[in-house]
């Protein structure tokens, strides 16, 4: 069984950065698709990145291409988000996910194991 939990959240202000990070258990963190989600109040559960297994493919949101970066240690079972030039609308609770089947994916039904997320909030 994989369990996924999330850290590294906080209160920081615009424009600031934050690392967040996602330790996972079990042999088969390694040969998964991981992602990052998040969800603000009362807005659905929205993609915000992805990593291959191998780490050399990367996806993004729109919303976030060029301020935040996944990235991947599989030696730890650790996952990243690295998030620059935070924005007040960035503020949501953000979950890592593991994909339940191969290849990219964008969609949140298609990831099997979800942490309990960890709130970012971005405000002066």
């Not at 424009?15 to 807005?43: D, E, I, N, V």
């Not at 599989?74 to 890592?96: F, G, S």
Request: proline content about 4%; hydrophobic content about 30%.
């Amino acid at each position: 069984q994989v369990q996924l939990v999330e850290s590294g959240g906080g209160l920081v202000q615009p424009g600031g950065s934050l690392r967040l990070s996602c330790a996972a258990s079990g042999r088969t963190f390694t040969t998964y698709f991981m992602g990052w989600f998040r969800q603000a109040p009362g807005k659905e559960r929205e993609f915000v990145a992805a990593i291959n297994w191998r780490a050399d493919s990367t996806y993004y949101a729109n919303s976030v291409n060029g301020r935040f970066t996944i990235s991947r240690d599989n030696a730890k079972n650790t996952v990243y988000l690295q998030m620059n030039r935070l924005k007040p609308e960035d503020t949501a609770v953000y979950y890592c996910a593991r994909r339940s089947g191969p290849g990219y994916s964008a969609h949140p039904q298609d990831y099997s194991h979800w942490g309990q997320g960890t709130q970012v909030t971005v405000s002066s």
